[in-house]
């Protein structure tokens, strides 16, 4: 009976060893998918502002190039411009003091 602990004792140790591998495994495992994870994490971000930065750079490229076209435009046609910026400023009075006929 006495040999039969012992074996025992042997068997226990030795599966001991093989858990305690087997963890460091897991561990080191585990460090390499964080760097993995934090890798890819960090190249979304930077994609994202990326296009981001692209998409802000094209809107204000536009953005100059439409002021560009309403400045030429009011510099060649001052009386359009005027007539048209007064149309819009009774058509807008007319909208905001107009009288709601639903709340009488």
């Known amino acids: 009976m006495g040999d039969s602990i012992g074996c025992d004792s ?3 140790t030795r599966e001991l060893e093989r858990l305690r591998t087997d963890l460091e495994r ?12 934090r890798g890819a994490v960090r190249s979304g971000a930077e994609y994202a502002r990326d296009v981001a930065k692209e998409q802000a750079d094209d809107a204000l490229r536009k953005l100059r190039k439409s002021k560009e076209f309403v ?3 009011v510099a ?8 048209l910026a007064l ?8 909208l905001l003091t107009r009288k709601d006929s639903s709340c009488d």
């Open 10 to 12: 042997n068997q226990t």
């Open 26 to 37: 897991l561990r080191a495992d585990l460090r390499t998918l964080s760097g993995d994870v």
């Open 71 to 73: 400045e030429t435009s």
């Open 76 to 83: 060649e046609h001052p009386l359009i411009s005027i007539s």
């Open 87 to 94: 149309a819009a400023g009774v058509a807008a009075g007319a």
